[in-house]
C-alpha cells in the first residue's frame, strides 16, 4: 500500500506570495493532519480535516488555511508569506473512526517551504 | 491543555550501550502516548504507543516505553544502541479522540563506534 505522499517536496517563494501544498492519504484513510516543523518552535499542529470537515484546528493565522476533497486529498494554504513561515511542513494520515478509540497516524516526507 | 517535556535535547550513547530517552508529559484526560523517530530529510515514522492497554509497550527496532501514571512519565528504552538508531526522537501526546498530536521538543541520538 503506498503511504501518505506530500507535493512538492521542496518550494522557494518570496515574501508576500501565497503557496499551496498537496497531501495524498494512504487510500482508505479519512482523516488527514497537518503539521509544522521549525527548528525553533518544534513540531505544531495546524488542523485536521475528517470527510471534507475542519474538527480541529491549532493556533495558527489566518493565512494558514486548508480542506479537504472527496478523495480525501488535502491542500493547505499560506498567503502573505512571511520569513517565519519557513519550515517543514509535514501531513499525516490516519483511518479514524471504526473500533479503535484512536488510529496511529502515517506521516509523509514533508514539503520544504523557503520563503525569501 | 496537554503538554510534553522530553528532558535532554541531545544524547550521545557508544554503541552497544543502553539508550534511554526520556519523556513526561501533562494531560487532563488519560492520554494516548507515541513516541515517533526522523531521519534526516524524512517525514516521522511511529516506533510506539500507548493506548490504555499494556504499561509496558514494545514498538519496533527494539524499542519500548513504560507508561507511569505516577510519574507521568513514558521514557524510551533499548537495551543495546545500533548505529541505526542515531535519529531525532520525539514523544507525543493526544488526548482521546481528538486526533491532535502535541510534541515534546526531541531528542537527537547520536550513536558513537
Known amino acids: 500500500k503506498a503511504g501518505v505522499t506530500q507535493t512538492p517536496r521542496y518550494l522557494i517563494k518570496t515574501r508576500g506570495q501565497q503557496v499551496t501544498l498537496s497531501c495524498s492519504p494512504i487510500s482508505g484513510h479519512r482523516s488527514v493532519s497537518w503539521y509544522q516543523q521549525t527548528p525553533g518552535q518544534g513540531l505544531q499542529f495546524l488542523f485536521e480535516y475528517f470527510s471534507e470537515t475542519q474538527r480541529n484546528k491549532g493556533n495558527f493565522p489566518g493565512r494558514f488555511s486548508g480542506r479537504q476533497f472527496s478523495n480525501s486529498r488535502s491542500e493547505m494554504n499560506v498567503s502573505t508569506l512571511e520569513l517565519g513561515d519557513s519550515a517543514l511542513y509535514l501531513c499525516a494520515s490516519s483511518l479514524a473512526g471504526g473500533t479503535n478509540p484512536y488510529n496511529e497516524q502515517f506521516f509523509g516526507p514533508g514539503t520544504r517551504l523557503t520563503v525569501l | 491543555a496537554q503538554s510534553v517535556t522530553q528532558l535532554g535535547s541531545h544524547v550521545s550513547v557508544s554503541e552497544g550501550a543502553l539508550v534511554l530517552l526520556r519523556c513526561n508529559y501533562s494531560?487532563?484526560?488519560?492520554?494516548?502516548l507515541f513516541w515517533y523517530v526522523q531521519y534526516p530529510n524524512q517525514g516521522l515514522q511511529l516506533l510506539l504507543k500507548?493506548?490504555?492497554?499494556?504499561?509496558l509497550v514494545k514498538g519496533i527496532n527494539g524499542f519500548e516505553a513504560e507508561f507511569k501514571k505516577s510519574e507521568t512519565s513514558f521514557h524510551l528504552t533499548k537495551p543495546s544502541a545500533h548505529m541505526s538508531d542515531a535519529a531525532e526522537y520525539f514523544c507525543?501526546?493526544?488526548?482521546?479522540?481528538?486526533?491532535?498530536?502535541?510534541f515534546g521538543k526531541g531528542t537527537l541520538l547520536t550513536v558513537n563506534p
Open positions: 500507548y493506548t490504555s492497554a499494556a504499561t
Open positions: 494531560s487532563s484526560v488519560p492520554p494516548y
Open positions: 507525543a501526546v493526544s488526548e482521546s479522540s481528538n486526533y491532535k498530536l502535541t
